[in-house]
């Protein structure tokens, strides 16, 4: 059985409100690099139909497309975290958004490089 938690507002107390706003413009700051992501993933796979072969450009939108899946899951899932933690009293959770993230990103950038130092992104 699944347990669930209660709502927000019946967990703790209100936080100052300028915490609350601060976490709902990271919580935003995580969508646009969510959209910012799913756009480059449209960039790649319609708009670049020359660069290098088809199936690595459709892998890295397609890599690009889930990491902008699971950056979304994780800025709500973040956002949550730390409203609880905020109300509660509670130190701030550390996620592991930033690191999946920067991996992700790390082997995007990677493939492109090689693709454009060996002549096949051209």
Same mark, same amino acid.
Do not use: K, Q
């Given at each position: ?69 699971? $950056? ?39 493939? $492109? ?10």
């Amino acid at each position: 059985m699944v347990r669930r938690r209660p709502p927000l507002r019946s967990v703790g107390t209100d936080p100052d409100y300028r915490f609350t706003l601060a976490n709902e413009r990271t919580f935003l700051a995580w969508i646009r690099t969510a959209l910012a992501l799913v756009a480059g993933a449209v960039a790649l796979a319609g708009l670049l139909p020359d660069f290098g072969p088809a199936v690595v450009r459709h892998g890295l939108a397609a890599v690009l497309v889930v990491l902008a899946f699971a $950056v979304t899951a994780g800025a709500y899932l973040r956002w949550d975290r730390a409203e609880r933690a905020l109300r509660e009293g509670r130190p701030l959770p550390v996620g592991v958004l930033p690191r999946l993230l920067v991996g992700g990103l790390l082997v995007v950038v990677l493939v $492109v490089a090689a693709l454009l130092v060996t002549g096949a992104g051209r």
